[in-house]
């Protein structure tokens, strides 16, 4: 599959301060691959050297073999920023348009995109008019309008509401479906876990786990027990493989290391158990163990 974006060996310091530390990354045409992390972890240093808005200290960032730092390069980018700022006095077909025409486009595309993110019925709107899901579906339309190549999503779905966010995904898989490769940091993990194709976790500049979303998190064995019982919380903390337990109202949520064991000795312990349920490790709480087993050894 044709690789849109290939970062190598990327490093890139402020002053004192390592912010990547050699970093390799890449998208495929048609793939979504989520950026995540904790605060300071580099996210943002790595989409700016992507997008051409500063020249790392060391290594490469291309798109489709390019510089982004290169005008022609960037005018085949979509970025989608959690804000933006627009010009107040124009309207919603106006800055879209105007957009298609700058990245060397007919500013008719405008009409189609404007569908495609559903504002067709607001084109004569001005931007200062519009609600934030409004102003972020107008960020989607200009990044889309320019037909790219990679489209780099920052926080996109904030402010929306969860029918917003259907339609903001349903569109960027029909995009995908065409071949566009899609770069997403958020701290909406599990929204990221739901639509990424693979899941890059960097911590402290470095990439310390890459691949599918169920992949990682079948790395962390715990499972979470939960039930109605009549067990106090002393025999519930007795339980095989129970490493934690909370009690709320008559609920038991308890952490497992091996949920087959506990489950089969609660079953045993409370015939009145009822509600009984048994969930695997979150996406959140594998990268919450990651970078913490990281930060550990480092420390070590």
Known sequence: MNNVVTIRGLDHRYGATHALRGVDLTVAAGECVALLGP????????????????????????????DPRQPATRRRLGVVHQQAGFPRTLKVRELVSGWAVRAGRPASDADAVLTEVSLHDLTKRRVTALSGGQQQRLQLAMALVVDPTLLVLDEPTVGLDIDARRRFWATLAARRDRGTAVLLTTHQIEEAAAVADRVVVLHEGTVIASGHPADLTAQLPDRTVTARTALRDSELRALPDVLDVTVADGRMRAASARAEATVQALLAADPTLSDLRVEGATLEQAIVAMTTQESQEVAA
Do not use: E, Y
């Not at 790392?56 to 489709?64: C, E, V």
């Open 39 to 66: 605060n300071g972890a580099g996210k943002t240093t790595l989409v700016g050297a992507l997008t051409g808005m500063l020249a790392p200290s060391a290594g490469i960032a291309r798109i489709d073999g390019a």
